[in-house]
């Protein structure tokens, strides 16, 4: 089956630096790939939709500069939270789409970045 | 406009036990609707999803869940609890065309298994 590759698993940073999360697909060609963020015992949050070769959207709330996003090749997506501060800590997870058995789209998700600034 | 809502932010149950997980939907068409697990600091893994076809669906791990037009509903449903069931999950519906694709999810409700 599909396979999302997410990467790093955990990153610790200090405020003010940035970090890249990266999101693979493995064995497919994800045209659109999407980032969540997780809060601690809450639900995922759609942070911003990744369109391979185009801008990405983003959700109505989120800083476009803080979170940078490219999604240069069919199988990468990048997220980038440039000047990070504490309260940028989250659990970040992607998923990719997929065409999967019959047609119908699928949606694979990758194993998630805790991120903590310090 | 879709959205979803899981009725129990937290479950618990014996193992061995029933489990029964609630998540009620809304949507201006025919959804597709998912169930999602999802273990401590881990990603999402997709236990089973409907798509208009069959009403009940079987997934991994012996959930099954059951959508049921007239009352917007889509339970999860397990005959026998496992300590390994102990994760939180996620009810998920689908939104927009297949341009504007995106998942809604619902609040999670964390399933506690007890020994």
């Known amino acids: 089956g599909a396979v999302v590759s997410q990467h790093p698993s955990r990153v610790i940073c200090k405020s003010g630096t940035s970090v890249k999360i990266e999101c693979r697909s493995l064995d497919f060609q994800a045209t659109t790939m999407f980032w969540y963020r997780q809060f601690p015992k809450q639900s995922l949050m759609l942070m911003a939709t990744?369109?391979?070769?185009?801008?990405?959207?983003?959700e109505q709330g989120v800083e476009k500069d803080k979170f940078l996003i490219n999604h240069a090749s069919l199988t990468l997506s990048t997220l980038t939270v440039t000047s990070a501060h504490p309260e940028d800590s989250s659990f970040y997870i992607c998923s990719a789409r997929d065409m999967g058995a019959g047609g119908t789209y699928g949606y694979t998700f990758g194993s998630g970045t805790r991120l903590t600034v310090v | 406009a879709q959205s979803v809502t899981q009725l129990d932010s937290h479950v618990s149950v014996s193992e061995g036990t029933p489990v029964l997980l609630r998540c009620n939907y809304s949507s201006s068409y025919s959804p597709s609707l998912f169930w999602y697990v999802q273990h401590p600091n881990k990603g999402l893994q997709l236990l089973l999803k409907y798509t208009s076809a069959a009403t009940l669906v079987k997934g991994i791990n012996g959930f099954e869940a059951e959508f049921k037009k007239s009352e917007t509903s889509f339970h999860l449903t397990k005959p026998s609890a496992h300590m390994s069931d102990a994760a939180e999950y996620f009810c998920?519906?689908?939104?927009?065309?297949?341009?504007?694709?995106?998942?809604?999810f619902g609040t999670g409700t964390r399933l506690k298994v007890l020994a």
């Open positions: 998920v519906v689908s939104s927009g065309t297949s341009g504007t694709y995106k998942y809604i």
């Open positions: 990744s369109n391979e070769g185009s801008k990405a959207t983003y």
